[in-house]
Protein backbone atom coordinates (compact mmCIF):
# COMPACT_ATOMS: atom_id res chain seq x y z
CA UNK A 1 0.00 0.00 0.00
CA UNK A 2 1.27 3.42 -0.52
CA UNK A 3 0.89 6.74 1.86
CA UNK A 4 -1.51 7.98 -1.27
CA UNK A 5 -2.45 11.59 -1.77
CA UNK A 6 -4.08 12.39 -4.79
CA UNK A 7 -6.40 15.00 -6.03
CA UNK A 8 -9.25 13.16 -4.18
CA UNK A 9 -8.10 12.79 -0.74
CA UNK A 10 -6.96 16.65 -1.23
CA UNK A 11 -10.23 17.94 -2.25
CA UNK A 12 -11.68 15.68 1.25
CA UNK A 13 -8.95 17.44 2.94
CA UNK A 14 -9.87 21.26 2.30
CA UNK A 15 -13.58 19.90 2.44
CA UNK A 16 -13.29 18.45 5.86
CA UNK A 17 -11.36 20.61 7.65
CA UNK A 18 -14.10 23.11 7.24
CA UNK A 19 -16.28 20.84 8.49
CA UNK A 20 -14.53 20.10 11.67
CA UNK A 21 -14.11 23.55 11.94
CA UNK A 22 -17.66 24.00 12.11
CA UNK A 23 -17.60 21.25 14.76
CA UNK A 24 -15.54 23.17 16.95
CA UNK A 25 -17.57 26.68 16.12
CA UNK A 26 -20.29 24.11 17.77
CA UNK A 27 -18.38 23.43 20.57
CA UNK A 28 -18.31 26.75 21.66
CA UNK A 29 -21.48 27.75 20.80
CA UNK A 30 -23.08 26.55 24.33
CA UNK A 31 -25.15 28.97 26.47
CA UNK A 32 -23.98 28.84 30.25
CA UNK A 33 -28.06 29.95 30.83
CA UNK A 34 -28.78 26.57 29.18
CA UNK A 35 -27.80 24.67 33.11
CA UNK A 36 -31.51 25.74 33.97
CA UNK A 37 -32.87 23.90 31.35
CA UNK A 38 -32.99 20.18 31.32
CA UNK A 39 -33.51 19.80 27.56
CA UNK A 40 -31.17 22.35 26.34
CA UNK A 41 -28.57 21.19 28.50
CA UNK A 42 -28.59 17.53 27.33
CA UNK A 43 -28.87 18.94 23.44
CA UNK A 44 -25.81 21.09 24.30
CA UNK A 45 -23.88 18.67 25.49
CA UNK A 46 -24.31 16.32 23.55
CA UNK A 47 -24.09 17.90 20.66
CA UNK A 48 -20.36 19.12 22.32
CA UNK A 49 -19.65 15.61 22.92
CA UNK A 50 -19.82 14.52 19.13
CA UNK A 51 -18.20 17.61 17.61
CA UNK A 52 -15.52 17.11 20.01
CA UNK A 53 -14.10 14.61 17.67
CA UNK A 54 -12.62 17.32 15.43
CA UNK A 55 -9.94 18.33 17.77
CA UNK A 56 -8.76 14.64 17.45
CA UNK A 57 -9.40 14.28 13.46
CA UNK A 58 -7.02 17.78 13.23
CA UNK A 59 -4.19 16.33 15.70
CA UNK A 60 -4.23 13.02 13.23
CA UNK A 61 -4.39 14.88 9.88
CA UNK A 62 -1.69 17.27 11.11
CA UNK A 63 0.18 14.34 12.01
CA UNK A 64 -0.37 12.08 9.31
CA UNK A 65 0.61 15.69 6.60
CA UNK A 66 3.75 16.35 8.54
CA UNK A 67 5.08 13.12 7.89
CA UNK A 68 4.28 12.50 4.62
CA UNK A 69 7.87 12.43 2.41
CA UNK A 70 9.94 12.63 5.74
CA UNK A 71 12.72 10.44 5.19
CA UNK A 72 15.63 11.72 7.01
CA UNK A 73 15.91 13.84 10.33
CA UNK A 74 16.76 16.72 8.06
CA UNK A 75 13.54 16.39 6.48
CA UNK A 76 12.02 16.91 9.84
CA UNK A 77 14.15 20.02 10.33
CA UNK A 78 13.54 21.85 7.17
CA UNK A 79 9.34 20.98 7.85
CA UNK A 80 9.92 22.48 11.32
CA UNK A 81 11.19 25.67 9.77
CA UNK A 82 8.16 25.99 7.88
CA UNK A 83 6.20 25.52 10.33
CA UNK A 84 7.49 29.03 12.12
CA UNK A 85 5.59 30.85 9.26
CA UNK A 86 2.56 28.32 8.32
CA UNK A 87 1.46 27.80 12.22
CA UNK A 88 3.99 29.66 14.60
CA UNK A 89 4.10 33.39 13.06
CA UNK A 90 -0.13 33.13 12.73
CA UNK A 91 -0.54 31.67 16.83
CA UNK A 92 1.49 34.43 17.54
CA UNK A 93 -0.10 36.95 15.11
CA UNK A 94 -3.69 36.23 15.98
CA UNK A 95 -3.17 36.25 20.39
CA UNK A 96 -1.94 39.28 19.68
CA UNK A 97 -4.99 40.29 17.47
CA UNK A 98 -7.98 38.79 20.18
CA UNK A 99 -6.54 41.33 22.78
CA UNK A 100 -6.93 44.05 21.11
CA UNK A 101 -10.26 43.35 19.55
CA UNK A 102 -11.12 42.86 22.95
CA UNK A 103 -9.76 46.30 23.93
CA UNK A 104 -11.57 47.75 21.18
CA UNK A 105 -14.76 46.14 22.09
CA UNK A 106 -14.89 47.26 25.79
CA UNK A 107 -14.34 50.65 25.08
CA UNK A 108 -17.36 51.09 22.64
CA UNK A 109 -20.42 51.92 24.94
CA UNK A 110 -23.27 49.27 24.57
CA UNK A 111 -21.30 46.67 23.12
CA UNK A 112 -18.61 46.32 25.90
CA UNK A 113 -22.08 44.53 27.79
CA UNK A 114 -21.30 41.54 25.24
CA UNK A 115 -17.60 40.90 26.35
CA UNK A 116 -16.89 38.32 28.96
CA UNK A 117 -15.05 40.06 31.43
CA UNK A 118 -13.52 43.30 31.24
CA UNK A 119 -10.16 45.68 32.02
CA UNK A 120 -8.05 43.77 29.48
CA UNK A 121 -5.98 46.86 28.64
CA UNK A 122 -5.55 47.63 33.01
CA UNK A 123 -4.60 43.97 32.95
CA UNK A 124 -1.83 44.15 30.37
CA UNK A 125 -0.61 47.22 31.77
CA UNK A 126 -0.65 47.06 35.41
CA UNK A 127 1.04 43.00 35.58
CA UNK A 128 4.68 42.23 34.47
CA UNK A 129 6.18 41.39 31.20
CA UNK A 130 6.41 38.06 31.93
CA UNK A 131 2.90 37.38 33.00
CA UNK A 132 1.76 39.55 29.57
CA UNK A 133 3.77 36.95 28.11
CA UNK A 134 2.03 34.11 29.49
CA UNK A 135 -0.91 35.26 29.13
CA UNK A 136 -0.26 36.08 25.74
CA UNK A 137 1.10 32.84 24.22
CA UNK A 138 1.27 30.18 26.62
CA UNK A 139 -2.35 30.22 28.26
CA UNK A 140 -2.85 31.56 25.43
CA UNK A 141 -4.82 34.67 25.16
CA UNK A 142 -7.04 33.60 22.38
CA UNK A 143 -8.00 30.10 23.94
CA UNK A 144 -9.29 28.47 20.88
CA UNK A 145 -5.40 28.89 19.59
CA UNK A 146 -4.63 25.88 22.28
CA UNK A 147 -4.64 23.31 19.90
CA UNK A 148 -1.75 25.49 17.70
CA UNK A 149 0.11 25.62 20.67
CA UNK A 150 -0.11 21.62 21.73
CA UNK A 151 0.44 21.29 17.91
CA UNK A 152 3.78 23.30 17.89
CA UNK A 153 4.75 21.46 20.95
CA UNK A 154 4.05 18.34 19.68
CA UNK A 155 6.30 19.22 16.48
CA UNK A 156 9.25 19.32 18.40
CA UNK A 157 9.28 15.77 19.51
CA UNK A 158 8.39 14.89 15.99
CA UNK A 159 11.66 13.35 15.82
CA UNK A 160 10.82 10.71 18.54
CA UNK A 161 7.45 9.64 17.04
CA UNK A 162 9.26 9.12 13.52
CA UNK A 163 12.03 6.73 14.87
CA UNK A 164 9.71 4.66 16.81
CA UNK A 165 6.62 4.52 14.41
CA UNK A 166 9.64 3.63 11.89
CA UNK A 167 11.46 1.34 13.47
CA UNK A 168 9.24 -0.57 16.28
CA UNK A 169 5.94 -0.93 14.00
CA UNK A 170 2.63 -1.64 16.00
CA UNK A 171 4.22 -1.72 19.22
CA UNK A 172 5.13 2.65 18.60
CA UNK A 173 1.09 2.76 18.98
CA UNK A 174 0.96 0.86 22.10
CA UNK A 175 3.20 3.56 23.56
CA UNK A 176 1.08 5.78 22.26
CA UNK A 177 -1.92 4.83 23.87
CA UNK A 178 -0.42 4.86 27.32
CA UNK A 179 0.66 8.41 26.82
CA UNK A 180 -2.81 9.35 27.18
CA UNK A 181 -2.99 9.18 30.64
CA UNK A 182 -0.23 11.82 30.86
CA UNK A 183 -1.39 13.67 27.51
CA UNK A 184 -4.37 12.58 25.42
CA UNK A 185 -4.43 14.46 22.67
CA UNK A 186 -1.03 13.24 21.44
CA UNK A 187 -2.57 9.89 20.24
CA UNK A 188 -4.20 11.06 17.93
CA UNK A 189 -1.17 13.47 16.43
CA UNK A 190 0.76 10.10 16.94
CA UNK A 191 -1.55 7.53 15.01
CA UNK A 192 -1.27 10.47 11.94
CA UNK A 193 2.88 10.17 11.91
CA UNK A 194 2.22 6.12 12.04
CA UNK A 195 -0.21 6.50 9.36
CA UNK A 196 1.99 8.34 7.12
CA UNK A 197 5.58 6.46 8.51
CA UNK A 198 4.36 2.97 7.30
CA UNK A 199 2.61 4.30 4.29
CA UNK A 200 -0.84 3.00 5.24
CA UNK A 201 -3.21 3.59 3.08
CA UNK A 202 -5.91 6.15 3.93
CA UNK A 203 -7.83 6.03 -0.04
CA UNK A 204 -8.36 2.45 -0.65
CA UNK A 205 -9.01 0.26 2.98
CA UNK A 206 -11.19 -2.00 4.47
CA UNK A 207 -14.96 -0.25 5.16
CA UNK A 208 -17.96 -2.03 4.63
CA UNK A 209 -21.22 0.06 4.78
CA UNK A 210 -22.31 -2.12 7.92
CA UNK A 211 -18.91 -1.92 9.99
CA UNK A 212 -18.91 2.12 8.94
CA UNK A 213 -22.51 2.30 11.15
CA UNK A 214 -21.60 0.10 14.04
CA UNK A 215 -18.24 2.65 14.55
CA UNK A 216 -20.80 5.70 14.23
CA UNK A 217 -23.69 3.83 16.14
CA UNK A 218 -20.40 2.98 18.83
CA UNK A 219 -18.96 6.88 19.03
CA UNK A 220 -22.78 8.49 19.27
CA UNK A 221 -23.67 5.84 22.41
CA UNK A 222 -20.89 6.69 24.22
CA UNK A 223 -21.22 10.54 24.00
CA UNK A 224 -24.78 9.07 25.59
CA UNK A 225 -23.21 7.31 28.29
CA UNK A 226 -21.08 10.46 29.18
CA UNK A 227 -24.29 12.63 29.31
CA UNK A 228 -25.88 10.36 31.40
CA UNK A 229 -23.19 10.10 33.98
CA UNK A 230 -21.15 7.27 33.51
CA UNK A 231 -17.33 8.02 34.35
CA UNK A 232 -15.34 9.09 31.77
CA UNK A 233 -12.11 6.69 31.73
CA UNK A 234 -9.14 8.01 29.67
CA UNK A 235 -7.92 4.91 27.31
CA UNK A 236 -11.70 3.75 26.87
CA UNK A 237 -12.46 7.13 25.42
CA UNK A 238 -9.42 7.24 23.25
CA UNK A 239 -9.85 3.87 21.70
CA UNK A 240 -13.54 5.32 21.23
CA UNK A 241 -12.56 8.63 19.66
CA UNK A 242 -10.40 6.54 17.61
CA UNK A 243 -13.51 4.57 16.05
CA UNK A 244 -15.04 8.36 15.85
CA UNK A 245 -11.99 9.15 13.72
CA UNK A 246 -12.93 6.18 11.45
CA UNK A 247 -16.47 6.98 11.57
CA UNK A 248 -16.14 10.12 10.30
CA UNK A 249 -13.14 10.13 7.70
CA UNK A 250 -15.45 7.33 6.02
CA UNK A 251 -18.68 8.91 6.25
CA UNK A 252 -17.33 11.32 4.09
CA UNK A 253 -16.26 9.16 1.47
CA UNK A 254 -19.83 7.27 1.69
CA UNK A 255 -21.96 11.18 1.58
CA UNK A 256 -20.11 12.19 -0.97
CA UNK A 257 -19.69 8.80 -3.21
CA UNK A 258 -16.23 9.93 -3.35
CA UNK A 259 -16.75 12.57 -5.39
CA UNK A 260 -15.06 16.15 -5.27
CA UNK A 261 -17.27 18.60 -4.10
CA UNK A 262 -14.66 21.55 -2.69
CA UNK A 263 -15.95 23.32 -6.12
CA UNK A 264 -19.43 23.05 -5.81
CA UNK A 265 -22.31 24.19 -4.33
CA UNK A 266 -22.00 25.46 -0.94
CA UNK A 267 -18.48 24.36 -0.46
CA UNK A 268 -17.53 26.49 -3.36
CA UNK A 269 -17.96 29.38 -1.13
CA UNK A 270 -16.54 27.92 2.49
CA UNK A 271 -14.21 25.78 1.83
CA UNK A 272 -10.36 27.21 2.03
CA UNK A 273 -11.37 29.46 5.00
CA UNK A 274 -11.30 26.97 8.11
CA UNK A 275 -8.23 28.15 9.25
CA UNK A 276 -9.32 32.02 9.47
CA UNK A 277 -12.75 30.87 10.52
CA UNK A 278 -10.65 29.33 13.60
CA UNK A 279 -8.92 32.25 14.47
CA UNK A 280 -11.21 34.48 13.71
CA UNK A 281 -14.61 33.40 15.62
CA UNK A 282 -13.43 34.37 19.47
CA UNK A 283 -14.34 36.93 20.64
CA UNK A 284 -16.64 37.81 17.72
CA UNK A 285 -18.76 35.03 18.35
CA UNK A 286 -19.50 35.62 21.70
CA UNK A 287 -21.42 38.93 20.57
CA UNK A 288 -23.43 36.81 17.81
CA UNK A 289 -24.32 34.21 21.02
CA UNK A 290 -25.03 37.12 23.43
CA UNK A 291 -27.05 39.78 21.20
CA UNK A 292 -29.13 36.53 19.87
CA UNK A 293 -30.63 36.14 23.30
CA UNK A 294 -30.63 39.73 24.16
CA UNK A 295 -33.14 40.47 21.26
CA UNK A 296 -35.62 36.82 21.57
CA UNK A 297 -34.83 36.58 25.46
CA UNK A 298 -33.60 33.84 27.37
CA UNK A 299 -35.81 30.70 27.29
CA UNK A 300 -35.44 26.83 26.69
CA UNK A 301 -36.56 27.11 22.79
CA UNK A 302 -34.35 30.40 22.00
CA UNK A 303 -31.08 29.05 23.70
CA UNK A 304 -31.96 25.46 21.49
CA UNK A 305 -32.61 26.95 18.27
CA UNK A 306 -29.44 30.16 18.67
CA UNK A 307 -27.27 27.10 19.78
CA UNK A 308 -28.23 25.32 16.07
CA UNK A 309 -27.70 28.88 14.15
CA UNK A 310 -25.20 30.97 15.48
CA UNK A 311 -22.79 28.81 14.55
CA UNK A 312 -23.14 29.54 10.67
CA UNK A 313 -24.09 32.92 11.74
CA UNK A 314 -19.99 33.16 12.65
CA UNK A 315 -19.10 30.60 10.27
CA UNK A 316 -20.64 33.69 7.22
CA UNK A 317 -19.28 37.10 8.92
CA UNK A 318 -15.80 35.13 9.19
CA UNK A 319 -15.53 34.29 5.80
CA UNK A 320 -17.14 37.48 5.24
CA UNK A 321 -14.51 39.27 6.53
CA UNK A 322 -11.76 36.90 5.06
CA UNK A 323 -12.43 37.52 2.00
CA UNK A 324 -12.98 41.21 2.25
CA UNK A 325 -9.30 41.21 3.83
CA UNK A 326 -8.32 39.06 1.02
CA UNK A 327 -9.26 41.87 -1.22
CA UNK A 328 -8.33 44.86 0.15
CA UNK A 329 -4.80 43.70 2.05
CA UNK A 330 -3.75 40.54 0.48
CA UNK A 331 -0.60 40.70 2.11
CA UNK A 332 -1.89 40.75 5.68
CA UNK A 333 -4.48 38.05 5.00
CA UNK A 334 -1.91 36.07 3.61
CA UNK A 335 0.38 36.44 6.65
CA UNK A 336 -2.70 35.73 9.10
CA UNK A 337 -2.98 32.45 7.60
CA UNK A 338 0.46 31.05 7.30
CA UNK A 339 0.49 31.47 3.62
CA UNK A 340 -2.28 28.82 3.23
Given at each position: MS???NR????KLTVLSTVLIIMVVYVHSSYSEAEQYTVAKIIQDYTSRLCGIANCLFFCISGYLFARDITSYKDILIKI???VRTLLIPYVLWNIIFVLWYIVLESIPGVNGFCNGS???DKYVSQSIIESMNDLFVSP?????WFLRDLLIMMIFTPVFWWLSKNIGWLALLIAGISTLVYPWLLYFWVGIFLSTKKIDIYDYW???WFVIFCALVFSGYAVCMEVGMKNFSIIGSLVDLIGLYAVWTLYDILTNREQIAGKGLWKYISGYSFFIYCFHEPTFNIVKKLAIA???VHEFSLIFFYYINPWIMVFIAIYVAKTLQHIMPL???TLMGGR
Open positions: CIMYISDKKRGTLAAFQLRPTVFGVYN
